[in-house]
């Protein structure tokens, strides 16, 4: 479910859009891609006090823990995609942050998470605003928004793809919980403008 518009803006190399509301799914303009690294990838991030393990975290735990957000969703049957959506702001700076539940996820369990630097934006009920200082969010390899693009290929090698403002990380490897092997796939994209990070997805998936 790409937004041709978004699409077309961000393939020019154009800023993220502040005004979206829905889960921007600018990782998809990347595409396939073909190799992948034999490791496993961010598997989930810290938003202030709260925990979010990719796969096991409820979007209802997050709404719960911050005390606002509502479960909102978009497209239907195999497409469908639930969602939570925050706008923090703090020090003159603003986040939008999506919390998705794809069909692999059952619409519950959280199993990616959009981030990305906006411009000043009124306030919507559909992205409620929340303290960023309060529930700044870090993956779990440490990287946040601001970062330089010099340090994040230091800390992450080189990516498996590049596409204009774009670099990807696609990361497949197997393994064993309780006896049991499950196949660990995931994927970090990130968007880079004047040097520094302004935006990254992240989703991670695990199936026996």
């Given amino acids: 479910m790409i937004n041709v518009f978004w699409l077309s803006l961000l ?22 891609i073909s190799t992948s690294r034999d490791e496993l990838g961010p598997v989930g991030a810290r938003m202030g006090v ?20 509502s479960v909102m969703q ?3 049957a195999g497409d469908a995609l639930r969602y939570l959506c925050y706008t923090l702001k703090g020090n003159g700076t603003s986040e939008r942050l999506w919390l998705t539940s794809s ?3 059952g619409g519950e369990y959280i199993n990616g998470l959009t981030l990305i630097a906006i411009k000043a934006t009124p306030d919507t009920d559909r ?17 946040t928004i601001g ?26 490897t197997v393994r ?9 796939d995931g994927r970090l994209n990130l968007h880079i403008a004047e040097g520094k990070l302004d935006g990254f997805s992240v989703d ?5």
């Avoid at 709260?50 to 957000?69: C, N, P, Q, W």
């Avoid at 064993?176 to 660990?184: L, N, T």
């Avoid at 991670?204 to 026996?208: D, I, K, M, P, Q």
């Fill in 11 to 32: 393939l020019a190399g154009g800023e993220l859009p502040s005004e979206a509301v829905t889960p921007l799914e600018f990782y998809t303009e990347i595409g396939s």
């Fill in 50 to 69: 709260i925990s979010i393990l990719l796969g096991d975290t409820k979007l209802t735990d997050v709404s719960r823990a911050i005390g606002s957000g």
């Fill in 74 to 76: 978009q497209g239907d």
């Fill in 103 to 105: 069909e692999l996820g």
């Fill in 127 to 143: 992205c409620p605003s929340i303290d960023r200082s309060t529930w700044v969010v870090t993956l779990d390899n440490g990287m």
């Fill in 147 to 172: 970062m330089d693009q010099d340090s994040l290929i230091q800390k992450l090698g080189e990516p498996s793809k590049r596409a204009g403002n774009f670099m990807a990380y696609r990361y497949y």
């Fill in 176 to 184: 064993v919980q309780k006896g049991v092997k499950y196949d660990a």
């Fill in 204 to 208: 991670h998936t695990e199936t026996n």
